[in-house]
Each structure stands twice: as C-alpha cells, then as structure tokens.
C-alpha cells in the first residue's frame, strides 16, 4: 500500500491530476510512482541502508528468504481458511441433496416431478463450490417442485431449511439494532408525575431535564452549531456550558459530517455523546456517515461495537424552506439501524432522551420546531420518567376511525379532532412516537378492530413516512382485515415547504385537510 505523503511534498504522478504536477513526476507512469512510493520497498531500502556498527540489520538474501516465507505461510493459511470454510458447507450440501433424493422418491401424479427434482440433487453435488445459496436454493425449489407430495416426505427437508434460514438470519440480518439487555426496547416506562399545574414553555423541560441528565451521568456531553455559548438555537441548553464547562457542552464550526463522526468516536470509547444538528433539514450534510457508519456499526460487528450515539435536532413545520423539512422517508430508508423518535411535544422528548440514556442503540430524536415556545405542564420527576421506544400513544380515543400522526403534526390533528367531535365525529388518535421500531405491540391494529377506518396524516412528501406507515400497518400487522373502506394518507405536497405561514398552509397538511378527509371518509 503506498504511503501516505503530505501533498505539499508529493503531487499526484502526470496523468493523475488536473493541474500542477510535480515537475519531478513528468514522464513517470503510475507503477513506477507506487515503486518509489511504496511502503514495503522504501523499509526494504531501509533495513539495507541503515548499518549500525558497520553492518546492515539484514541482507538481501535474507530479506528475500522472509519474503518467500510470508507468501508461503499466507497461502497455506489462505487454503486452510478456504477448506475450513468449504467443509461445514460441503457437510450441510450432502445432507441436502440427501433428502432431495429421498423427496424424489415420494410418489406423484406426474412422473416427471420425481426426474425433475432428482436432476436438482444430481446439480447440487455437481457444484464445485458450493456457497450457502446454492445449498438453501436447492432445498426451496425441491419442496416448491414436491408441494404435492406426502408431508411425511416433506417434513425432514422442511425442518432443515427452516433451520438453515434461522441460522443464515443470524449470519447476515441479526443485531440490525442492538440484542443486548441494554437494548432500548428493555427499558422501562416510568410515567411522568406531576407535583403541580405549573405550566412553562416546552423549552424549558428540555433544559431541565438535561442538566438532571448531567448531574446523573459523568460521560454524558453534547456539542453542535451555536450548543453551548447561547445554550442551541432555542434555548434548550440555556446556561448549561456555564454549570458544566465548555468540555461537556461545547460549540462545532458548521459542519455536520464531522459532527457525526466526533460523536460516532466518542461512543466507540464509552462517552455519552449528544450530537446536535442545528435543523432537520440539514441531515443531509451528515446522511452518508449515519448510514454507512452509525447504523451499520452493530450489525457488520455482529454486536461487537457499540456507538450509543444520540443525535439531536429539530424539524417539522414551521416557516421557511431550509428550517421546515420533514424528509423522513428519506431518514427511514437509510437508517435502518438507528431508532428514529418523533416526539410531539417536549416532554415527550425528555421521556425519550431520559430512556435513550439507559441504552445502547444509537438514535435520532426530532424535536418539534414549534413546541419550545408551547405552554406544557411540568414534571417533577425530569430525569427519571422514561417514553417507551416502539410503543405508540392512545392520546385520544374514539370509535369512528384510527388516525396515526406523529410530531408537530400530531398536534394538529388533535386540533382537528375537536372539530370533528363538534360533528358528531369521534377520532382515535395514535400518536406514533417512534418510527424505527415501529408499533411493536401493534396497538394501532386493536384500534382498527373497534374503528375500521384507517388515516394516516403526514407531512413528508407523498409516497414517504405515510407509505412506510401503511406497510407496517397494512402488511406486517395484517390491519387490511378489519378496514370496511380503504385507508387514506393526508401529506406534504411534493416540494419543500414554501416561506411564511401562508407557505406552510398550503405545502403541508392543515386543519382543514384532515377534517374533511374524515368526513368524506365517514360517508362512505
């Protein structure tokens, strides 16, 4: 591998480069650059140049007598990795073609099955190097070609594929998201108490609730654009790099990649990093390191890494283009790996951060732009409440139709839903919380049971969180059984949100929408 070479004494070789080469490279092809760059042979010349005592550390012969070793050594152990591997999967290939055979022998109708699936067993031994593919390939084309046959025949075949899925399962798709005791999804709910009705804005729960965090946890530290001078953008770390030092709340240049990456290595080595990123909107400046490297850390390990990173930030309508966004389908397609938590107000963001903290998955929480100025009562409990992660919120029930939202949303929706209570109209309202994991004890299936109406109402553009939505409905809780008529999606428009309170009225769902969406719905 060459070396790596400050570029202010190394230019690339001609040919290489769009402008200013290096006088001393004109006329050099790439091969020989690598030769006079190359790390093996400048420590070669090396080890022959330098003579302590008058005599070189090693000669030429030997040298070479080492480097005839290595190759040698590498591979041997290069065929012994190779044959270790082939031998457990040539072993379970026989075992396959094995009960192929013995399927082939079952009886048919048509005679021309059994030849059919004999020349599959006759293929799969024929295979020089099998993989696992070819072997678990086999054995579902059989059963598919043998549906018919005795399931005493079948049975043998059957429990070894559904074994070898299990197996192949925790090869390539286990620990996604972490499987250990400290997973997200073992963390208790601890309900949020109230000593009074004391109510203040929704920014000042986030604030307190963060420095009874910092109090409790000496790793806990948070840094990004504006965190720690003027306590973020919105206050919600107001006066906490005065009481905590400008080490555990600091401020970043913009620039959202390394951002992430600061916090990705600080997780790595057992710091509780919160990791802001000033507006939703820019994740994109950072997507490709949250999902090439934060989301895959655990499940290209197999769970030997951890980085528990929390990333921070604030989105949702409001007004202006840059500061508005809602790309969650976007978030949802790539970060498959990390939770995604979409709180509708602050107190439900400080349950999450407080539950987050008691984990090991890394997260993504998306405060709501509009709710740091919201009036919300005050828990006494800040620091210690905890909002289940997967687990959605029956704020609202009714008997009429199951409406799902999430975030700033949400709380539109909710207004909507007193309106249409004054029509004699009563809506369930489902407030997700979390979007990866999704509903995992699919409470918003047992609200379709009593409503058989399903809306969900979105802001992203159409075709992204909505259609994620209704597949984790629809398809993997089976929710189109108990539907009398066919569930609909209120979103965004298909472009970012325009400037102004006028923009945000008619880029993104209102009121109004939702209200007769529901009626129309209910008529049918």
């Known amino acids: 591998m060459p070396c790596l070479i400050h570029v202010e004494e190394v230019t690339q070789p001609q040919g290489h480069s769009t402008s200013g080469s290096h006088e001393r490279y004109k006329g050099k092809d790439l091969l020989e650059w690598y030769k006079e760059y190359d790390c093996n042979v400048k420590f070669r010349e090396w080890i022959l140049g330098f003579k302590p005592g008058g005599a070189p550390i090693a000669s030429a012969e030997e040298l070479d007598a080492l480097d005839t070793k290595a190759k040698t050594e590498a591979r041997a152990a290069q065929k012994a990795a190779w044959n270790a591997f082939q031998s457990e999967i040539k072993a379970e290939l026989g075992d396959v073609a094995f009960m192929i055979e013995a399927l082939a022998g079952a009886r048919f109708e048509d005679a021309s099955v059994a030849a059919t699936i004999t020349v599959l067993a006759n293929e799969l031994r ?49 620990h996604l998201y972490s499987q250990s005791a400290k997973s997200c999804l073992n963390v208790r709910e601890v309900p949020a108490e109230y000593a009074t009705d004391e109510v203040v804005d929704g920014r000042i729960i986030i604030r307190d609730n963060f420095q009874k965090l910092f109090e409790q946890e000496p790793l806990l530290l948070t840094f990004g654009e504006d965190t720690g001078k003027i306590g973020d953008v919105n206050q919600g770390m107001e006066g906490m790099q005065a009481q905590f030092g400008e080490l555990r709340v600091s401020d970043t240049g913009i620039r959202e990649a390394t951002i992430i990456g600061q916090g990705i290595g600080m997780a790595l080595r057992g710091l509780r990093p919160v990791a802001e990123i000033q507006y939703l909107d820019y994740l994109l400046y950072c997507l490709q390191i949250m999902s090439d490297d934060l989301a895959m850390t655990q499940w290209r390990t197999k769970g030997g890494q951890k980085a528990p990173l929390i990333v921070r930030t604030r989105g949702h309508r ?95 929706c909710m207004q909507a839903a007193e309106r249409l209570s004054d029509l004699g109209i009563e809506v369930e309202m489902l407030d997700a919380r979390t979007l990866l994991p999704f509903d995992r004890e699919q409470i918003i299936v047992e609200s379709l049971k009593k409503t058989n109406r399903l809306l969900v109402v979105d802001e992203d553009v159409p075709g992204g969180a909505s259609a994620y939505i209704l597949q984790q409905i629809l398809e993997v809780q089976g929710g189109y059984r108990y539907l009398d008529s066919a569930p609909r999606t209120v979103s965004a428009k298909a472009h970012r949100p ?3 309170s006028d923009g945000d009225y008619f880029s993104k769902p209102s009121i109004e929408d939702v209200v007769e969406t529901v009626v129309g719905m209910v008529r049918e």
Request: some cysteine; aromatic content about 6%.
């Open 318 to 412: 409001l007004e202006g283009v840059w500061h508005s966004g809602s790309p969650m389908g976007m978030i949802l397609g790539a970060l498959r790996g990390i939770v995604v938590c979409v709180p509708r107000n602050m107190q439900q963001a400080a349950g999450i951060y407080n539950t987050l903290l008691q984990c090991d998955d890394p997260a993504l929480v998306i405060e709501c732009l509009n709710g740091y100025r919201s009036k919300e009562r005050l828990p006494s409990n800040l620091g210690e409440f905890t909002v289940p992660i997967g687990i959605p919120e029956v704020v609202r029930e009714g008997s009429d139709l199951t409406l799902v939202s999430y975030g700033s949303t949400f709380n539109l």
């Open 498 to 500: 325009a400037y102004g």
């Open 126 to 174: 024929s295979e020089m190097a099998p993989g696992r593919k070819e072997v678990v390939s086999a054995a579902r084309k059989a059963l598919l070609l043998g549906r018919n046959a005795d399931p005493i025949a079948r049975q043998p075949l059957t429990d070894l594929l559904a074994n070898a899925m299990a197996l192949n399962h925790d090869r390539y798709g286990s």
